[in-house]
RNA sequence: GCUCGAGUGGUGGAAUAGGUAGACACGCAGGACUUAAAAUCCUGUGGACAGCAAUGUCCGUACGGGUUCGAUUCCCGUCUCGAGCACCA
C-alpha cells in the first residue's frame, strides 16, 4: 500500500466504490430527522462546467455531508433543468434534435460533477424534458386552468365551485382576482351559451388565456425578446418589429403578491434578496377615484388610482395609457387622427426604447374633458406613453406641482400647475415630498400630508366615487412561448374554446418535427407536428417557458419516480420543503417567484403540507475569470513579458489560461497552443515570461474558462473543493485565480502525513495528550459554528492550523487523528476515505458520526473571563478555573489590563455574575 | 433617479456581543537539508521613527465629524465601487 498522498489512484478508487455501493442513496426514515439540502439545477450547456458552476454545489455538498454525520437523514439530490433555447437554436441551425444534444450535455455535465466528488442520490435524477417529469408540469397546469382565486379565503378554489355559485347567485358576494370586474345575475349566468360561459371562466381562472402586448415581427412571424430588438428593428435580418396584442397563456401570479410579500417574513433569506423580491412585487397603498369624462354628450366613470388622494385639489389634467381600453371612447371625433398617429407611434417603440428615451415627453389630446370630484372643475383628457397600462387602472390623475413626471407633462404642453403645500416652490420643479402642510385644497387645509391622505380618501368613500385601494406592480406571468423544445399544453380547442384533456391521458408528448424554426405563415415550430390534435381538435401550439418545468422541482426529488401523483402525500410530508436552497441571485424575481407562487397555489389545493418551497436561502458569488495577456512586439512574432512591454510597441493578447501558472508563461505549451505561435520567440525577464492579467466574465473567447477537470487532473477533487470554498466568503463574487491553489494542496499533504511519513504509518493506539486534545476540540468547536454560519473559507483556516499545530507536537494517536478524518470529509471526502478505510473502517466516513465538542478539553485548567466595567466595559483576560470571587476580584484589581483600560481611574468593587461576566464599578 | 450592499497590507481575505486590527493563505526575502533540483522545514514580512540589540514610540481598517475609557464594528455627512429596480402615479 501506498504511503504517499496519491489523489488521483484515491479519488477514482472511492468514487467507483460510493457509485457501486450506493453510499448516498436515501430513503424516507421516520427513525430519523431529515434535513432537505437543495441547489439550483443547472441548465446543461453545451460548454460544459467551469469552475464557477460548483462553487455552491460544494458548500452545499458540505453542509449535507456535515448535518449527515450529525445524524440528519439528508436529501441531497440533483437533476437538469433541460428544456431551453440554446438547444432549440441549436437545433434550427443543424437540425439534430435538441433532445439528443441536451442528453450528450447531461453526460457531460454528470461525469464532470461525479469528478468533484458529490454525496448526490443520482436514483432521484430528474429532467424536465422526460415525458414522465413534465407529465406533472402539464398537470399543475391544469390544476391552475381549472381553478380560480378566492379573495376572500385568500386561497386558490375550484373553478367548478365558482360556476356554482354564478348559478345560484350570480356574481353577487364573489371576491374573486380576474383580469376585469364582472357583474351579472344567476339568471344571466344560466342563460348564457357555453362559450360564453367559458369566456366568463376564463376571466378567473388561474391559468389563463388573455391578451397581451409582445414584441411581433411579421417579416419573421415570430415574438422576439426585448433584447433581439433594437431602434425598432429585428436584430437579425433588420425587419421591423411592432408592438402587438396577442392572446397568450398567463398564470395570474397577481393574485397571490399579498402572501408573496407577507410570508417573505417568515424565510431565512438574506435581506438583500428579500428586499429584491419586495421590490418587485411593489406593494402601494393608495386609493382609487371615479373621475367622469364627457365626450361630446356621452359621460364615461373613468376610475384612476392615486397614492396621493390629498393632492385631488392640484389635479388639472388626466393622462391615459396609449393602451388604455378608454382611448378609444374618449377620443372626440377632431382629435382622431392625431390620437390615431400618436398610438401607431407609440405602438412602434418598443419596450427597450421607451425605457430609453425615459425623460422625452410625448402626449396628444384626447379632446374630451374630465371633471375634477372635488372642485368641479373641468380638466383636459390627455394620452402619454409615460402611463402604462398594465399598472393601475391605466388612467391618472396629473397633479403637475407635487409629482415630477406630471410637471414635466405640463412644463411641456403648458398646463397649470396648481401648488398645495403652504411655502413650496414649484417655479423650478415639483414637490414630491410627502412633508408639509396642505394649502389650496378646501377642507384639507391646514392639514398635514399625512393626515390629509386619509382624510381625502374618507371623503371619496363618503361621496361613494372612491375606495382605498392596494396596488402591485407584480405582472400575471406570460405563460406561452412560440418555440419548440417546452412543455406542450395539453390545451385543445374545441370551436375556438380552450378545452383542458383528461388528466389521464397525460403526458402529452413533444411531437416529432422535421424542422424546428416557425412555419411560412408564422405560426410556432409545433404547427408542423403531423395530426397535433385531440379527439379531432386542434392542440395548442406554443409551448410552455424555461420557468414552468423549474418551478416545483424541489417536489418532484421527494419522489421522482411516482406515476400516480407528484409527490406522494406520505413523502411530502417527511420531507415537507427544502431547509436549505443554494444557487444565484440571478433568480430573485424570477424562478424563486415562480415557484413560491407554484407551491403557494398546490398547498391552497392540498398537494403539499408547507407553504413556502425554500425556507433558508444562500446565494452564492459568481466566479468571474481572470484573464492573462502576452505582449507582441508589433509586426514581429517575438513577445516581451509584462513588465518590459512599455519599452516596446506591443499588442495585447489574451492567452489560454490553462497554459499560465501564477502568471508565468509556459513558453513550450505556447509555441503548441496555435500554430501562429509555433516559431515565437520571448524577451523574458529574469528567466521567465510574466503575462499581464485582468479581471473579465468567464468565457469561451477570453481563454480564460478553467475546467473543474483540470484542476482534478493537477491536484485532485479534493484540493478543487478546498480551495474553491478558500477563495473567500461564499456570497461574494470573485475572480477564479489558481495563485494560492497550491497552499491549499500542500496542507492536504501535511494532513495525510500526520498518518504516513515516507517510512509508512505513523498513527498509533496512544492516548491523546492534554494539549493534542485542546486542538482537537477547538477544531470541533469552530468547524461547526462555521459550517452552520456557512463560513466555509475561515472553517478552511481552521483546519490548516490545527493541522500545523498537531505536526508541530507530533501527534500521532487515533484518539486525535479519527475524528480529524471525520471533521475534514465534508471537505475532503476522498482522501478521508482513504484514511479511514486504513484506519481499519470497512464503512463509509459518511456514514461515521460526528464527533462531539467536550469544552472543558479545550480551557484546561484557564478560562477566558470577559470582564465588563459598570455594565459597558469589558476586556477579556484568563486567569485560573476554580477561583473565588474574592480571588477573581483580586486577580482583575491587579491586572495590568484594569490599568490599561481605566487608565489610573480607582476601581472600587468588582462585581462576579454567574454568567461569568464581572462587573468592576469605578 | 430610487433601493440594498461593500470599501482593511503587495494579493485573496480574518476579527461570531464595541475590547491586543491584519488570523489563515498566496507572494516576496533570507536560511536549513541536497552535488543539484523537486519536495519538505524554519525565520521575517502594514507604514514611519529611534536603537548594535532584544525592543520601544507614533501612525494606520475610503474620507470628515460624533457617541464611548475604548470604534474595522454603532450614529451623521461625503466620496468610490458593486448589485437590483427604473416613467409603478
Known sequence: ?????????????????????????????????????????????????????????????????????????????????????????????????????????????????????????????????????????????????????????????????????????????????????????????????????????????????????????????????????????????????????????????????????????????????????????????????????????????????????????????????????????????????????????????????????????????????????????KIPVWISEYVLAGYGTGAIMAVPAHDSRDYAFARHFNLPIIPLIEGCDVSQESFDAKDGVMCNSGFLNGMTVKEAIPAAIAKVEEMGIGRRKVNYRLRDAIFSRQRYWGEPFPIYYKDGVAVPMEMSDLPLCLPEIDKYQPTESGEPPLARARNWEYNGWPIEKS???????????????????????????????????????????????????????????????????????????????????????????????????YNLKDQYDTTEIHVDVNIVHNDRLDLDAFRKWLPDFASAEFILEDGEYICGWAIEKMSKSMFNVVNPDNVCDTYGADTLRLYEMFLGPIEQSKPWDTKGIDGVHRFLRKFWRLFYDKDGAVFT?????????????????????DIEHFSMNTSVSAFMIAVNELSEIKCRSREILEPMVILLSPFAPHICEELWNRLGHDDSVSNASYPEYVESYTVENTFEYPVSFNGKMRFKMELDLGLSPKEVEAAVLASPNTEKYLGGKPVRKVIVVPSKIINVVF
Open 1 to 377: 500500500m501506498s504511503t504517499d498522498y496519491n489523489f488521483s489512484e484515491i479519488e477514482r478508487k472511492w468514487q467507483k466504490f460510493w457509485a457501486e455501493n450506493g453510499t448516498y442513496k436515501v430513503t424516507e426514515d421516520s427513525g430519523k430527522p431529515k434535513f432537505y439540502v437543495l441547489d439550483m439545477f443547472p441548465y446543461p450547456s453545451g460548454a460544459g462546467l467551469h469552475v464557477g458552476h460548483p462553487l455552491g454545489y460544494i458548500a452545499s455538498d458540505i453542509y449535507s455531508r456535515y448535518k449527515r454525520l450529525q445524524g440528519f437523514n439528508v436529501l441531497h439530490p440533483m437533476g437538469f433543468d433541460a428544456f431551453g433555447l440554446p438547444a432549440e437554436q441549436y437545433a434550427v441551425q443543424t437540425g439534430r434534435h435538441p433532445a439528443l444534444t441536451t442528453d450528450e450535455n447531461i453526460a457531460r455535465y454528470k461525469s464532470q460533477l461525479n469528478r468533484i466528488g458529490f454525496s448526490y442520490d443520482w436514483t432521484r435524477e430528474i429532467r424536465t424534458s422526460d415525458p414522465a417529469y413534465y407529465k406533472w408540469t402539464q398537470w399543475a397546469f391544469l390544476k391552475m386552468f381549472g381553478s380560480w382565486y378566492d379573495n376572500t379565503l385568500g386561497k386558490a378554489r375550484p373553478i367548478e365551485e365558482l360556476e356554482a355559485h354564478f348559478a345560484s347567485e350570480g356574481t353577487s358576494d364573489v371576491n374573486a382576482a380576474c383580469s376585469r370586474e364582472m357583474s351579472f345575475s344567476a339568471a344571466e349566468w344560466n342563460s348564457m351559451t357555453e362559450k360564453e360561459h367559458a369566456d366568463v371562466l376564463m376571466n378567473y381562472r388561474i391559468a389563463y388565456l388573455g391578451e397581451t402586448s409582445v414584441n411581433w415581427c411579421p417579416a419573421l412571424g415570430t415574438v422576439l425578446a426585448n433584447d433581439e430588438v433594437k431602434e425598432g428593428l429585428s436584430v437579425r435580418g433588420g425587419y421591423p418589429v411592432i408592438q402587438k396584442k396577442m392572446q397568450q397563456w398567463q398564470l395570474r401570479v397577481s393574485a397571490y403578491a399579498e402572501r408573496l410579500l407577507g410570508d417573505l417574513d417568515t424565510l431565512d433569506w438574506s435581506d438583500s434578496l428579500k428586499e429584491m423580491q419586495r421590490n418587485w412585487i411593489g406593494r402601494s397603498e393608495g386609493a382609487e377615484m371615479i373621475f367622469k369624462v364627457e365626450n361630446g354628450d356621452r359621460t364615461y366613470d373613468v376610475t384612476i388610482f392615486t397614492t396621493r388622494a390629498d393632492t385631488v385639489f392640484g389635479v388639472t389634467f388626466m393622462v391615459l395609457a396609449p393602451e388604455s381600453e378608454w382611448v378609444d371612447r374618449l377620443t372626440a371625433p377632431q382629435m382622431r387622427s392625431q390620437v390615431d398617429e400618436y398610438l401607431a407611434s407609440a405602438a412602434r417603440k418598443t419596450e427597450r426604447e421607451r425605457m430609453a428615451q425615459t425623460r422625452q415627453v410625448t402626449g396628444v389630446f384626447t379632446g374630451s374633458y374630465a371633471v375634477n370630484p372635488l372642485t368641479g372643475q
Open 543 to 641: 409551448t410552455m417557458p424555461g420557468f414552468a418545468g423549474s418551478s416545483a422541482y424541489y417536489l418532484r426529488y421527494m419522489d421522482p419516480c411516482n406515476d400516480k401523483a407528484l409527490v406522494d402525500r406520505r413523502k411530502d410530508e417527511y420531507w415537507r420543503n427544502v431547509d436549505l436552497y443554494v444557487g444565484g441571485t440571478e433568480h430573485a424575481t424570477g424562478h424563486l417567484i415562480y415557484s413560491r407562487f407554484w407551491n403557494k397555489f398546490l398547498y391552497d389545493l392540498g398537494y403539499v403540507c408547507e407553504p413556502e418551497p425554500f425556507r433558508k436561502l444562500v446565494n452564492q458569488g459568481m466566479i468571474q475569470g481572470r484573464s492573462n495577456f502576452v505582449y507582441r512586439i508589433k509586426g514581429t512574432n517575438t513577445f516581451v513579458s
Open 765 to 785: 493506539d496512544v492516548k491523546a495528550t492534554s494539549a493534542e486534545l485542546k486542538v482537537l476540540h477547538n477544531l470541533i468547536r469552530k468547524v461547526s459554528s
